[in-house]
């Protein structure tokens, strides 16, 4: 009888903060939403699907999340959950870096060469521990045909993408697709090609071309990072979806759980700009998608 009145005390705590918890991520997933519709129509937004040629190309891009009605808006964030379930449930967050972490606490300090070398090769191991599940997860992210970028007609004043590009020794090419945020967080750029194979910092070179020529923070050594991923020649035809995860936080100059980025696409001479923002733990976040489609109707 004893345990039966603990347990029903427990649960008349328990029962409503997770009521609380859910009301509570929902408004700020509302809050979010209209965040989203106010920053679109801010700087400017594009048709649902649009369409452009370019080089003989059809360029198709997929929709963003502003552009879905209310019930479609509901039912991608419960995909976008089911995501976010699923990158616990296979363990695939850091267990060095899952407890939450005191912005007091004193920052890493920027390591030297010889300690960026070390850190590589625990990342490989990890890798190499994670790699059925973290393949698992990927087509699970994979299915998704919703971009999750707010898209921008123009880059902020401030924008310096090809300064870092430049800095770093970054390509350009027929297709080009760059990351970039302002922490010593680590992101990293993932791009889903037609043929299933994912560019992405354990597979640099794709056999359709694509190459990951940048990649940074690994270690925390730049809060101005970029990563950049390029086809010299146009790829083959087919469906491209770009996503940025979440891989490491670092407690270093104030670097928070929550980032912001800027993405940019480039199919031959057009452009792209998204923004967007990722939290420690998410699922890898689908920006955006593309389809490259050859016009047979050119002469």
Known sequence: MEDIVIAGRIALVVIPLLVFRYIYKRGKKKQQRLADIAQREKYGGFEAIESVERDGMIILRSRQIPDLSEEE?????????????????????LSDIIDDIDDDLPEEEIDDDEQRIMELGVRSEWIEENQQPLNE???LVA?????????VTEAPEDDDMDE???REGGKSGAVQVTLSWDDYNDLDLHVFCPNEERIYFNNKTSDCGGVLDVDMNVKPVSNNPVENVVWQDFPPAGKYKVGVHFYKHF????????CKFRLRVVVGDDSKEFQGSITYGQAIQMVTTFTIIPNTAKE
């Not at 299915?143 to 898209?151: A, K, L, V």
Request: aromatic residues 4%; without cysteine.
């Open 164 to 166: 870092r590009l430049i």
């Open 251 to 258: 407690r270093k100059k104030r670097s928070k759980k929550t």
């Open 73 to 93: 808006y509901s039912e991608y964030m419960e995909r976008d959950s089911h995501r976010d379930r699923n990158i616990m449930d296979l363990r695939l967050i």
């Open 143 to 151: 299915e998704e045909e919703i971009g999750s970028g707010i898209t």
């Open 137 to 139: 997860h990927s087509m």
